[in-house]
């Protein structure tokens, strides 16, 4: 026998009986983010990989364990597999001058890769919706992409899910944070375990993300970065807070929010869920003013998310979130006439609208009926010889009780739909 490959792990098959959820999750975003004026972006899956050790961050988990990242044998680019899309994003948008007309509201959805350790809502490759707004220098658009997204669950049928949020401040009150906090983790070095010792001099403030329970007293007492914050970066926390309240969206301010990308500053956020274990959050973003010029584009300020897509799946399945069968009819031709007149009688009805799926390979009535019954199907549509004659198609409804039905096959879709 040959040899039978699997997937590679971490990467993973999504199967057609999954497939009517996920369409639901990506037509329900798709809805969302359009209401909100928000356009779709397709960026390429192989990137630079400088472009996000630029970006991302050279001392980030991601750029230094995760990436997929390779030299090309057949020219010598050094190219990754996107572990997030805001860099490609920012790429295009300073590519091709996007912002010359004005600010831009983008969306994208797709792919991204991570060689993370596998567990449950952790993959390699895993699919994010994301946005990201350019251009918007006040709170109004960090608020918007919030209760965006308040608006999402709620259409998705999801509740209990945590806003929480943090400011992080700009560069330079940043940097004045960071020696605050390397002097106090110094002073606490004996707790620190062998993670946050090697990011002391390199990512002190994702210490404070550590989910080491021997650590957590030691974060929790530490200085707090909303207290190196200047005027203008508090100014502008405090009115998201207020447009958030107006809003009607309850958040919690979480001090030791810092998130696992470089770029960020000031607003930080992320949606974070209970019912899905140790990977519970299922969205994150923030501002990141001064990426699009480090990338080589004019100054331009920005804010954007992304939603972790199977982890709000799990959590649409954890809510039993249900998707509608998209199968009206199941079309069951028995007899000689019917079997040479099913073909046209099908598409008699996808004329109509309905999605039809032929019966093919013969059988007896009671085997296409039992078919019919396990396709899912809306309706059995039952063509035997005397219907053929007729013009006529018997109508049996499979999901729910009800009368079998006999009608023209040009009135189906109104027997149907009504
Ligand atoms: P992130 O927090 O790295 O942010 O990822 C966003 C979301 O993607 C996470 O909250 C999580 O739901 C999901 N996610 C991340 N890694 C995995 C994984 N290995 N398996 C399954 N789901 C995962 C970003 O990617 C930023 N680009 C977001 C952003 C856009 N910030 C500004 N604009």
């Known amino acids: 026998m040959a040899k039978k490959f699997q997937s590679i792990k971490g990467f993973y098959d999504i199967l057609p009986e999954a497939t009517p959820l996920w369409f639901k999750l990506e037509d329900t975003a798709r809805e969302v983010l359009s209401q909100y004026g928000y356009n779709n972006i397709r960026m390429p899956v192989v990137e630079p990989t400088e472009l996000f050790v630029r970006s991302v961050g050279e001392h980030t988990d991601i750029v230094e364990k995760e990436m997929y990242a390779w030299e090309d044998a057949l020219n010598g680019d050094k190219l990754t597999l996107r572990p997030e899309g805001t860099a490609g994003c920012v790429r295009a948008v300073v590519q091709e001058n996007l912002t010359y007309n004005g600010p831009q509201r983008l969306w994208y959805i797709g792919p991204m890769f991570r060689h993370e350790n596998v567990q449950k809502g952790r993959q390699r490759q895993f699919h994010?919706?994301?946005?990201?707004?350019?251009?918007?220098?006040?709170?109004?658009?960090?608020?918007?992409?919030?209760?965006?997204?308040?608006?999402?669950?709620?259409?998705?049928?999801?509740?209990?899910?945590?806003?929480?949020?943090?400011?992080?401040?700009?560069?330079?009150?940043?940097?004045?944070?960071?020696?605050?906090?390397?002097t106090y983790f110094e002073?606490?070095?004996?707790?620190?375990?062998?993670?946050?010792?090697?990011?002391?001099?390199?990512?002190?403030?994702?210490?404070?993300?550590s989910k080491n329970p021997n650590m957590q007293s030691v974060c929790e007492q530490a200085p707090k970065l909303m207290d190196c914050l200047g005027e203008a970066s508090l100014v502008h926390f405090e009115q998201l807070c207020h447009l958030l309240k107006e809003a009607g969206v309850d958040y919690v301010i979480n001090h030791r929010l810092v998130r696992g990308l470089?770029?960020?500053?000031?607003?930080?956020?992320?949606?974070?869920?209970?019912?899905?274990?140790?990977?519970?959050?299922?969205?994150?973003?923030?501002r990141y003013d001064t990426l699009v010029e480090r990338l080589g584009g004019k100054p331009t300020t920005a804010c954007g998310f992304a939603i972790g897509l199977e982890r709000v799946f799990l959590l649409m399945q954890a809510y039993e979130v249900t998707a509608d069968n998209a199968l009206d009819v199941y079309l069951v031709n028995v007899g000689e006439t019917a079997q040479q007149k099913a073909f046209a009688v099908a598409e008699t009805l996808r004329e109509q609208g309905l999605s039809v799926v032929l019966h093919a390979g013969g059988g007896s009535f009671k085997s296409q009926m039992k078919k019919a019954d396990r396709s899912g199907a809306c309706y059995a549509a039952i063509l035997g010889d005397d219907e053929a004659a007729a013009g006529e198609l018997s109508l049996k409804p499979l999901l729910q009780a009800g009368e079998q039905k006999r009608c023209q096959w040009t009135d189906v879709s109104q027997l149907i739909r009504g």
Request: proline share 2%.
């Open 128 to 182: 994010q919706v994301g946005c990201e707004a350019f251009g918007f220098d006040g709170p109004e658009v960090d608020a918007e992409q919030i209760v965006m997204l308040a608006r999402l669950w709620k259409a998705l049928g999801i509740t209990d899910v945590e806003l929480q949020i943090n400011s992080i401040g700009d560069a330079d009150e940043r940097a004045q944070y960071r020696q605050t906090l390397i």
């Open 187 to 209: 002073q606490h070095a004996d707790v620190l375990d062998e993670d946050a010792k090697r990011r002391l001099h390199t990512n002190p403030l994702r210490i404070l993300d």
């Open 262 to 286: 470089d770029y960020y500053n000031r607003t930080v956020f992320e949606w974070v869920t209970t019912k899905l274990g140790s990977q519970g959050t299922i969205a994150g973003g923030g």
